[in-house]
């Protein structure tokens, strides 16, 4: 794991490790030793390989998140990927874990201490509008930004380009078209989940005075571009 050295003595934890860009930006975290601890927040034990020795990994039950207020002290960073569908939780448990959970553990890290809380929302975010999953997100982005943090970050990412583990017959056939797209218009509607978990380091390592930030989806490329890609 990072040294005192490289990570600044600075703590982080992550919220959603178990899904596409959390996983991404678990793989981002350990690779630039940003921190000297790093707290993996879900419902279950990641199975990490060779990564589960450097990192800490607290078990809790979203329904009672108040009961685990512990797991969110003495961090410096809170970094959120959390979410789900509704086609697999269904509308209310969509709202549920995507604004809900969200905005109670938002609450829990800033009153742990946490300074920075830095928020995977998505393209189009709008607590008006008539769709619900944009609805969602425009919601907890508000409700988040409520919490006071010292420095509040919000990426707005389109389509998210992956390889992702489970079988979306419908979301394949979308990541083609948006993937087809990128070779034209790389930055329009579409990032791949590397790019969006590298912009949400390096949000956190460079200064910066703003209390809120939203990164739309050409910034998220142009900032996670900017960042030299381990190994290169």
Same mark, same amino acid.
């Not at 269904?90 to 742990?112: H, I, K, P």
């Not at 998505?122 to 609805?135: E, P």
């Not at 409520?146 to 992956?162: E, K, M």
């Given at each position: 794991?990072?040294?005192?050295?490289?990570?600044?003595? !600075?703590?982080?934890f992550?919220?959603?490790?178990?899904?596409?860009?959390?996983?991404?930006?678990? %793989?981002?975290?350990?690779? !630039?030793?940003?921190?000297?601890?790093?707290?993996?927040?879900?419902?279950?034990?990641?199975?990490?390989?060779?990564?589960?020795?450097?990192?800490e990994?607290?078990?809790v039950?979203?329904?009672?998140?108040?009961?685990?207020?512990?797991? =969110?002290?003495?961090?410096?960073?809170? =970094?959120?990927?959390?979410?789900?569908?509704?086609?697999?939780a269904?509308?209310?448990? =969509?709202?549920?874990?995507? !604004?809900?959970?969200?905005?109670?553990?938002?609450?829990?890290?800033?009153?742990?201490?946490?300074?920075h809380?830095?928020?995977?929302?998505?393209?189009?975010?709008?607590?008006?509008?008539?769709?619900?999953?944009?609805?969602?997100?425009?919601e907890?982005?508000n409700?988040?930004n409520?919490?006071?943090?010292?420095?509040?970050?919000?990426?707005?990412?389109?389509?998210?380009?992956?390889?992702?583990?489970?079988?979306r017959?419908?979301?394949w056939?979308?990541?083609?078209?948006?993937?087809?797209v990128?070779c034209? =218009?790389p930055?329009?509607?579409?990032?791949?989940?590397?790019?969006?978990?590298?912009?949400?380091?390096?949000?956190?390592?460079?200064?910066?005075?703003e209390?809120?930030?939203?990164?739309?989806? %050409?910034?998220?490329?142009?900032?996670?571009?900017?960042?030299?890609?381990?190994?290169?």
């Open positions: 794991m990072a040294t005192a050295a490289s990570g600044g003595g !600075r703590s982080c992550v919220l959603g490790a178990s899904g596409q860009t959390g996983r991404e930006l678990l %793989r981002e975290l350990l690779a !630039r030793r940003a921190f000297t601890r790093v707290t993996l927040i879900g419902r279950r034990r990641l199975s990490l390989g060779e990564a589960e020795a450097a990192v990994q607290a078990v039950d979203f329904e009672r998140l108040g009961e685990h207020a512990a797991a =969110f002290q003495g961090h410096d960073v809170g =970094f959120c990927c959390l979410g789900t569908t509704r086609a697999k269904g509308a209310d448990g =969509f709202v549920r874990v995507d !604004r809900d959970y969200v905005a109670q553990a938002a609450e829990l890290a800033r009153a742990g201490g946490c300074k809380f830095v928020l995977q929302s998505s393209q189009g975010a709008n607590a008006q509008s008539r769709f619900l999953y944009l609805r969602v997100k425009g907890v982005e409700l988040v409520a919490v006071g943090f010292d420095r509040c970050t919000i990426l707005r990412p389109g389509v998210l380009l992956c390889k992702r583990q489970e079988s017959p419908m979301e056939i979308v990541q083609q078209f948006f993937g087809a990128a034209v =218009f930055t329009a509607n579409s990032v791949p989940v590397e790019t969006v978990a590298r912009a949400m380091v390096a949000c956190v390592l460079q200064p910066g005075e209390k809120v930030k939203v990164l739309e989806n %050409r910034a998220i490329h142009e900032l996670g571009k900017a960042v030299p890609q381990q190994g290169t």
